[in-house]
């Protein structure tokens, strides 16, 4: 059955705005994606999506809240998704305003204009595991106390506080999703996984083109890492944007954990994605490189999604094996690609 619904997606060229704008189109949603003006392409992830007859892309920015407060006015959707964000946390340490400006002022400009000219659009809000520091609960739940130890998180509890505002003072459905790590193919090259992935494509690539295994430092470059003790809880970015529609689904608006339940070192992401996709040992190419520590950084995430399996029947669909395979496939094929 097809819904009639439409929505403004912020942040719709980054992978989750790109997977969650996949998923509202099949649904039958007219979509709206804002974009950043750019005098490079930064549409990759949506070229498949840029003809659709109900996709359409919208130049503005969350910071400029004349910006959205026409957009929003003009458009009144019936749900916003704001997934922009600065969304890399070693990065918030040396941008600490431009993270601020947009994780926390970008929010409040978009509910404040729903607020004042669209009260009954839905809204959801991307918070993030990281506002629960380094905790002592085992396991985060959506009523753990919330220690954030870096601008970017710190930036995204004023938004997470923002949506309960919102929702207990002026009745906004407004929800936070407060998601944990997620990864796909589509990830930013900068993330840990991303960077790990690529770099396996690239030695699978090395060794299909030449007898033997490579040599770190004569016929590849070693891959630079920071701290690889700590721990995430990493699922598929398909799976959360699935989450965060059941959200604005929900007849009241809520708060909800989603992650896997699973937590992994990033030395075992390593290990996995090294040995399983390449049979090579990860020690043999991986230098360790202080410039990628954090001022702050966290040991060890992972979710209690009771809540969210519980009220919105939510769970993960892809292992995490999978999902590594699947990035190296991924960046594989790409290489492959480029060889001819
Ligand atoms: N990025 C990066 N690059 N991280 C590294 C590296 C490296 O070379 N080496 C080790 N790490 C460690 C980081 O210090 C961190 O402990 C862990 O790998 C994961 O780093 P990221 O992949 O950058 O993700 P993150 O956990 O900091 O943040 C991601 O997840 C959050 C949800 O928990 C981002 O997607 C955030 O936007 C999101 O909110």
Redesign the pocket.
Known sequence: MKINKTALITGTTGQDGSYLSELLLEKGYKVYGLIRRSSVNTTERITHLINKSNFELIEGDITDSACIYELISGIKPNEVYNLA?M????TSFKQPVVSCTVNAIGPLNILEAIRQTSPKTKFYQAS???LFGNTDVVSQSEITPMKPNSPYAISKLYAHQLVNLYRNAYNVFACAGI???HESPRRGE????K?ITKYVAMLLNWMDLNDGFPTKGVDVPPL?????G?K?DWSHAKDMVYGMWLMLQYNKPDDYVLGSGKTHS?ENFLDIAFAGSAGLDYKDYVVIDKK?Y?PM??NL?CADSSKAKRVLGWKPTIHFTDMIDCMVQDDYEKLIKCRD
């Open positions: 964000a969304s890399h946390v070693g993030t595991s990281e998601l944990f790590n900068n993330f840990v996984t960077k630079f890492l920071g701290n690889i700590t995430r990033v990628f954090r950084d966290i995430l």
